[in-house]
């Protein structure tokens, strides 16, 4: 009975989150057995240290500095979906993403999902189940949390078939593009607090951001020409 609940409420927390949207974003960069790996290897690492260790990583690691990083490649990630690959490089580019392509969701969805709801939902389950159950806690929020992301990238999958390829790479922009700006609000008011600050540095690399895929349009063009 405790698996069930745990693992239901862990599912309901993470629908519609940022991370399973990352997701249908990350279909159309990787094959879905390396999102799958990835994601799978987060989940069961950050549903153990939340319900074995609860909020001690983000003791040593400051959660905001974790935030501004998840915010980084999430609009390093926008601006190469935006950017595209060079013709002569496209097979060194495809060899070297498979290489590292579970390993690279891994580290993406770990700092975006370290902190969120659903960690935080585990932690407080652990805490008043205590250690004798701490196993079928960590089982059930890895098992609700991956049944939800699998619902992202299911689709994203869809998506990806019945979608030009154009219009894929166009959705992950956005979608990273968001997340990125988002994510780094987030980081920047855990720093600086509330305020005006937080949205005015938001803004400024926003601006900061559009005018680089402006650049880099210019640049595509120049070498069309």
């Not at 205590?130 to 619902?151: N, Y």
């Not at 900061?208 to 349009?217: R, S």
Request: net charge neutral; glycine share 8%.
């Amino acid at each position: 009975m405790l698996f069930w609940k745990v693992m239901i409420a862990e599912f309901i927390a993470e629908m519609g989150d940022k991370t399973q949207l990352m997701l249908i974003a990350m279909t159309s960069r990787y094959k879905l057995r390396d999102i799958i790996l990835g994601t799978a290897a987060a989940i069961l690492v950050l549903n153990g240290l939340a319900v074995l260790a609860g909020s001690l990583l983000s003791e040593l690691i400051p959660l905001w500095l974790m935030r501004l990083i998840a915010a980084a490649a999430f609009l390093f990630f926008a601006w190469s979906e935006f950017r595209g690959k060079e013709e002569a490089d496209e097979e060194q580019v495809k060899e070297k993403k498979l290489r590292f392509a579970a390993a690279s969701v891994f580290f993406t969805f770990f700092l975006a999902e370290l902190g969120d709801k659903t960690q935080l939902t585990a932690v407080t389950f652990a805490a008043n189940e205590g250690l004798s159950r701490a196993v079928i806690v960590w089982l059930a929020c890895s098992a609700g949390l991956f049944a939800a992301d699998l619902a992202g990238m299911a689709a994203g999958m869809l998506l990806k078939n019945k979608l030009p390829e154009g219009a894929i790479h166009g959705l992950a922009f956005v979608l990273f593009a968001f997340f990125g700006l988002v994510t780094l609000h987030e980081g920047c008011v855990l720093l600086l607090g509330g305020g005006t600050w937080p949205l005015i540095l938001t803004i400024s690399a926003g601006v900061c951001f559009a005018l680089l895929c402006w650049l880099t349009f210019r640049k595509k063009q120049a070498a069309g020409d």
